[in-house]
């Protein structure tokens, strides 16, 4: 997101500098004095629910039910304990780090890349 925008019906890739839409983008979104929420993806999670074999509800996932959804939809062991590994790992993904950033940056009120 940071590294894209959309303008004239195409992408266009680049620095914001020099870019006042851009600028203007990121401004209405982290510097405008409101509380921004960011949804950012869980990698893990769609590997998780491949191995259990459905979708996890919002409530499950902020509850945590990891285990106990990899208990009641993986029968067998090996694939079980899978689950429980992929489900539990740390990840930072690019795009977190990206987001970091820029919030950071409008937070500071700072020039943006």
């Keep these: ?24 983008l990121w ?9 921004t929420y960011a949804v950012l993806a869980d990698v893990n999670l769609l590997i998780f629910e491949n191995l259990i074999g459905r979708s996890v509800p919002v409530s ?16 067998e062991p090996a694939q079980r ?12 993904s690019v795009s977190d780090v990206l987001a970091r950033g820029i919030s950071e940056c409008w937070r500071r009120r700072s020039t943006c890349p």
Excluded: I, K
């Design 60 to 75: 499950e996932y902020e509850t945590h039910e990891f285990d106990r959804l990899a208990e009641l939809y993986v029968p």
């Design 81 to 92: 304990a899978l689950a429980h590994e992929v489900v539990n790992r740390v990840t930072t």
């Design 1 to 24: 997101m940071a590294a894209m925008v959309w303008r004239g019906g195409f992408w266009v890739r680049g620095q914001a500098a020099g870019r006042p839409g851009v600028n203007d």
């Design 27 to 35: 401004r209405q979104l982290f510097g405008n004095g409101q509380a």
